[in-house]
């Protein structure tokens, strides 16, 4: 990362996109090094890439991208370790952009719903197409809502926490279940 942010030190755009989900629950997991793995590529990948990356974006008044997830607003069981992990990289990228703002450097949080990826293969609800999630940049605020799902679990949090809440505490991934 170091060696990266050094060879291009003219940057004005950071993506933050890489992560991984293991399908796994929090507490009832059966593999406990999922939740770690996680924490480590969804949280601690994030964060080091924007310390690395932050110099530069200060010296070019960027953009940082942090590509979370509707699971950082919500509990779903059959991913628990994931929701965690995006939930603490939503807070981190809160934080940064307090931190950034006085720098003049936006700091963008985009959570969409599922998107049709190599990630989402075993999901078969609700998709977008990354495009989408490029047109919503353009014009959006600062925490961006990708697709129906995503937007109407943000219009559903705000107005009933605790019934939203429920409900996803209630889905279940039955080729998940499965493993
Ligand atoms: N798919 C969805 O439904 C969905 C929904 C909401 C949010 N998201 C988020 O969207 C982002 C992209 O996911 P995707 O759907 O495109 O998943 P994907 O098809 O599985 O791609 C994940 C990408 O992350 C990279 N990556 C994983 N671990 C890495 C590491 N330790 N270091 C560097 N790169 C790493 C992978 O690189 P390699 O190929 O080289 O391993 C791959 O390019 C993720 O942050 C994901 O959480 C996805």
Redesign the pocket.
Known sequence: MAQAAATVGDVTLLIN?????RLERAILSRDATAVRAEM???YF?TLSMCRAFTPALIANRGVVVN?????ARVGLPMMGS?CAS?AAALHMTECLRAELAEHHVRVLGV??????????RD?PRL?LSVTEVFAALANGPDEVYVGAMAQSVSVGLAADRDAVQKQFAGYLLTSTEKR
Do not use: Y
């Open positions: 996109n890489a992560g991984i989900n480590e590529v969804n990948g590509m979370l997830s509707i699971l994931l995006k959570l969409p719903g599922a998107i049709n990826t190599d990630m989402s999901f998709k």
